[in-house]
């Protein structure tokens, strides 16, 4: 009986293994159609995106340099036959300086900067006249040293003593003309003339005395007066010769101790020399005109830009931002650094810290912008029908397509103003098709 049973189990599970086999065994066997079913692409499916309502801009974004739009080269002039060492510097890089600075020293003599727009060219010396002579008037007076009575642009005595004044109080002692021994020699001659008037006075004064007043002929007498004529004329010329000694002497402020900068303040832009340099060229540059931002764009950019055009500059070491426009576009050329493209340069509308010079800053143009919200959707949602009519295909509540034509309008970020051309046929949130994956 135990071994009916056993054979009993054993054909039970044998049937089983069987049927277990029988499945396995249907289910790798496929149709023909089954197996092409399989290796068919699954039906494609369709990317959308909202359409969204909002302000568009179409922006471009570049690097940028602020510069100055003005530098000035101080070149000082050597003080006559000496060597121009540098034996002082007053200043240093990134500093403002201004007017009546003083910037250097050369030979032990200080190099200083007063504002005017007429260049440096001649030693201002008493008795000089014209708008040099206007300028450093102007520019001692802004110090507290008016130059008194003289006329604008006349180097006279009251500039002398205001020339004296400003060299005192920056700790030197105002140059003169060298004429002091002029100035002494005509002096001497008034002396000399006045003592011979005096001698002349006597001599008539006696005779006139001896002479009796019924003979005014006498000869004596009237040579007498002859020479106190004479005295007189030669008094009143010594006079003269020494008023013009003492105009064109005393003094002055020679070339090599000046120069003049056409906008003050101004900034050290960088230093050329350091003391003990011998000068042979230029000692520093002034950066003395207003901040702007230059920039360097391709031809296909260029396109894209305009005068005027609105910029965004920010400077994001410091997390400034000011608001410029483009104020020139300069023709292609091939810069040998920067390579071929246009040099464009951006003015700012309101001022910038000179700090900024030399900072690489981010430019931002708007090349063109909505004045309102309008429907905007990703440019990939457009596209050019056969019958030439733009469109983009709407998803329906029911998941069907509608296509909907529309005018373009301005484009920018990656997105396109669109109006449909029904009225009510597209809304803020419809979906619209964009791509199939």
Known sequence: MRKKRRILAAVAVSATLVGAAGVVGASWV?????????????EPSVLSAAIEQRVLSDTVVVRGDVVVSGTFAVTPVAPGENRALVTGVRVKAGEDVSSGDPLLEVSGRPVVVFEGNV??????RPGADGDDVAQLQAALADRGFGSGEDPEGFFGSGTKGAVEEFYES???AAPTTGDEDQVEAADDAVKAARRALDVANREEDR?????DDSDPGDDALEDAEYQVTIAEEDLADAQQAHADA???SGPMVPLSEFVFASKIPARVHKLHVGVGDELTDKAMTLSTGELAVTTRVDA???ELLAEDMPVEIFAERTDVKVEGTISSIGEFSDDAEQGPGHTVTVVPATEMSRDLVGEDVRLTFTAAATTDPVLVVPLSAVSAAADGTT??????????QERVVVDAGVSGDGFVEVAPQDDGSLAEG????VGEQ
Do not use: C, N, W
């Not at 496929?30 to 699954?42: D, F, G, I, M």
């Not at 469109?391 to 069907?400: F, I």
């Open 391 to 400: 469109v983009v295909v709407r998803l329906t509540a029911d998941g069907g």
């Open 170 to 172: 920056i700790g030197f």
């Open 119 to 124: 260049p440096a060219y001649r030693d201002l």
């Open 30 to 42: 496929k149709s023909p159609q089954e197996a092409a079913a399989e290796h068919q692409a699954p």
């Open 207 to 211: 005779l006139k005395d001896d002479v």
């Open 300 to 302: 296909g950019m260029r």
């Open 430 to 433: 419809d979906q619209v098709v």
């Open 246 to 248: 003492v105009r064109v």
